[in-house]
């Protein structure tokens, strides 16, 4: 009891100052039990008092730091078995506001496959064959926020050497953590074959496999990327949900040299209110069918003015059950990826020379906005009807 009280102390009262406190919660089905996600202030001096009374209560064995943020948004990935503490943290000057650690959704639906690049080399239907492209992404960088990348596979190796590797993963997992999502989405950005950009380096970031996703685990991965990412490159992440802080997360992430695509997610609706898709400083993509009419009925796609473009998200794509084994999947999870590689060519062409890395992804989204073509049907009113479309990068 006394133990407990020092923590409420040292919070309430440690630097004598404190506030009523954002302690936001959400359904238990849709959060990570015991785990939350905190923000720090805006302001260094409270914000370093509280940190530091984070740490002795771990030191005092009341919590556990599991990952600490300070490159694209200052917080920290905390376990915490007494709600009550997580309640008292939030009253702290030095914390603007505590979440829950909300689960991500994942947006993929399984089905035949739709030709995903041939779409990107020609404005009108019928469908063409062929895909026509002037860059392969060479000398760029896709940072793929996901689960594991099978880096063995055919897919991604030039003269016999894999361009794919995964760079980091989240608290708990290890180098067996892949899936057939992630390998899919590297294969789609940079695939020999199925690939936008066809020699850019791919790095998975693994942040999970399905509902293991989570909001403090995206925001992990997302600053490492921030921390160790090579600049300019692009940032491709499919799944959708979060909560305020993962939209801070992103948007600071892309003001340090990073292009982001992320999908609209697989539901009917707007998706503008969502955390990931939903964010500014986002490049969101949602997906069309072959007959270029936005996706709906047993394969939606979301909607909404947020939406910067669509793709077409029926694909082919590498997986991880063999070295070899290539699938088609449907779903906007694999509409972002189609942006991020096209925005590698913009990286390889030198186009981005003179411009700071701040301007990095405002500059490449302007680019794809502008050369789009508007022929997507079955769009709401608010809803651009652009699909992407590449042709010289910068023209």
Not at 182 to 202: C, F, R, W
Not at 229 to 240: C, D, E, F, H, K
Not at 286 to 297: I, K, L, Q, Y
Request: some cysteine.
């Amino acid at each position: 009891m006394l133990g407990r009280i020092c923590i409420f102390l040292c919070f309430a009262m440690g630097s004598s100052l404190s506030h009523a406190g954002r302690l936001v919660t959400y359904d238990k089905s849709a959060v990570v039990q015991n785990e939350y996600v905190v923000v720090f202030s805006d302001d260094k001096a409270q914000a370093s008092r509280a940190v530091s009374y984070l740490t002795e209560a771990e030191k005092g064995g009341k919590l556990r730091i599991i990952d600490r943020w300070t490159t694209v948004i200052n917080g920290a990935w905390v376990e915490i078995a007494d709600p009550e503490i997580a309640r008292m943290i939030s009253t702290d000057m030095g914390v603007e506001t505590v979440y829950q650690n909300k689960r991500m959704i994942q947006s993929a639906t399984q089905l035949n496959a739709r030709p995903h690049l041939a779409r990107l080399s020609q404005r009108n239907l019928p469908m063409g064959t062929t895909y026509t492209y002037s860059y392969t992404g060479n000398g760029a960088h896709a940072y793929v926020v996901d689960s594991g990348i099978r880096t063995t596979h055919e897919e991604f190796k030039t003269n016999g050497v894999s361009r794919a590797d995964n760079v980091y993963f989240m608290p708990g997992l290890g180098p067996s953590t892949m899936s057939d999502h992630a390998t899919m989405m590297a294969s789609v950005i940079g695939g020999n074959t199925y690939g936008v950009a066809k020699k850019i380096k791919l790095h998975g970031v693994v942040i999970g496999v399905g509902e293991s996703r989570t909001t403090a685990g995206t925001i992990s991965g997302l600053n490492w990327i921030g921390s160790n990412g090579i600049r300019p490159a692009v940032v491709s992440l499919s799944s959708n949900g979060g909560v305020p802080a993962t939209t801070t997360a992103l948007n600071n992430l892309a003001g340090l040299g990073f292009f982001i695509a992320v999908s609209a997610g697989n539901s009917d609706s707007n998706i503008c209110d969502d955390a990931v898709a939903g964010a500014s400083e986002v490049f969101t993509v949602s997906g069309v069918g072959t007959d270029d009419a936005r996706g709906s009925g047993a394969y939606p796609a979301g909607y909404g003015p947020c939406v910067d473009a669509f793709a077409e998200y029926g694909v082919y794509g590498a997986t991880a059950l063999s070295d070899t084994t290539v699938l088609p999947d449907v779903g906007t999870s694999f509409a972002a990826p189609v942006a991020a590689g096209l925005a590698s060519f913009y990286i390889e062409s030198g186009y981005l020379t003179g411009w700071s890395l701040y301007s990095v992804h405002n500059v490449i989204k302007a680019e794809l906005i502008n050369i789009a073509s508007p022929a997507a049907t079955n769009v709401p009113a608010g809803t651009t009807n652009r699909i992407l479309y590449s042709v010289t990068a910068g023209n």
